[in-house]
């Protein structure tokens, strides 16, 4: 892969550094120049599932390659094991990338790795990526912010540290925002009732995007009142993002992106953690 020759001041990859690269959500091509010229250059590269096996490839064929993916109840390494796997990778004098889904530092841990990684004395730099929220939202067509539905955008999660679904639910009630949450979706009917107990209304339009900015994309829309049955009967499986707030309710008359119509040969990005690791047919029990 050829990349455009733009000047730069910040040197290629270094023995003994660990660069914390944002992947995107999904599309390969949403990739940042930095990062594609850092993977080009890489030792060893540390990937989450959710990381397209198109940017994994980019890497040298001599460079190690760590999958440290995580999906729901099936962790390949606990954290800590992948922050020891970092620190030692790095002491051993390789140009580690740590590939995450999305940015590095929203929701991806990444500043929870950055603080075992200098407290090991060893440099890191950060660069970020296009976030599930931002990438996703758009590729479905539904924007974050509009001066006649939104005010302002929260991130926030459906799954905290400790398993607890204990979030700051008037501020999330609030009117007049859009309200963006990831992983959330095996406790989206909670979620949901949560935020008509504190003040949203009942029809206030909601939605799901399943693989976002993937050829596997799919949305699925309704209310709060609605949202978690329509999820349901859609069989949305994670990874997927939840987006609550009047901007929903211009999908699909903004909607865009058409997987269909895409010709995969031009086009490939990340189909999910199918790639990685075969899931049962949606038939099938899990």
């Known amino acids: 892969m050829s990349l455009p020759d733009i000047p730069s001041p910040r040197p290629g990859p ?6 914390l690269v944002g992947a995107g959500p999904g599309d390969p091509e949403l990739l940042t120049l930095r990062g594609a010229r850092l993977i080009a250059g890489a030792d060893a590269v540390v ?3 959710l990381v397209s096996p ?4 980019l890497a040298p064929p001599t460079a190690e390659r760590h999958y440290v993916g995580k999906k729901a109840s099936d962790h390949t390494l606990p954290q800590g094991e992948i922050n020891r796997l970092l620190v030692r990778l790095a002491q051993a004098g390789k140009r580690v990338v740590r590939l995450k889904g999305g940015d590095p ?3 991806g841990r990444g500043g929870e790795e950055m603080e075992v990684l200098v407290g090991a004395g060893i440099t890191v730099e950060v660069v970020p990526g296009v976030t599930a929220a931002a990438g996703i939202a758009a590729y479905a067509g539904i924007p974050l912010t509009h001066r006649e539905h939104a005010r ?5 999660t459906g799954f905290l540290k400790d398993g607890a679904l204990d979030l700051d639910w ?3 009630a609030r009117p007049g925002q859009t309200l963006v949450v990831y992983m959330g979706i095996s406790r ?4 949901c009732r949560q935020l008509i107990a504190h003040g949203l209304p009942a029809a206030t339009p909601a939605g799901v995007v399943e693989r976002g900015t993937t050829l596997a994309q799919r949305v699925a829309v309704g209310t709060l009142a609605t949202l978690a049955d329509v999820v349901r009967e859609a069989d949305i499986r994670p990874p997927a993002l939840t987006i609550v707030g009047d901007v929903v309710g211009l999908y699909p008359r903004l909607a865009w992106f058409s997987p269909e119509q895409v010709d995969p040969l031009r086009h490939a990005p990340h189909v999910g953690c199918t790639v990685v690791h075969p899931e049962p ?5 899990t």
């Open 152 to 156: 302002s955008v929260i991130f926030t």
């Open 281 to 285: 047919d949606r038939g099938s029990a």
């Open 170 to 172: 008037p501020m999330l």
């Open 188 to 191: 989206l009917a909670e979620i």
């Open 47 to 49: 990937f989450d599932n």
């Open 54 to 57: 198109v940017i994994v490839d």
């Open 14 to 19: 270094v023995a003994g550094h660990v660069y």
């Open 105 to 107: 530092f929203i929701f």
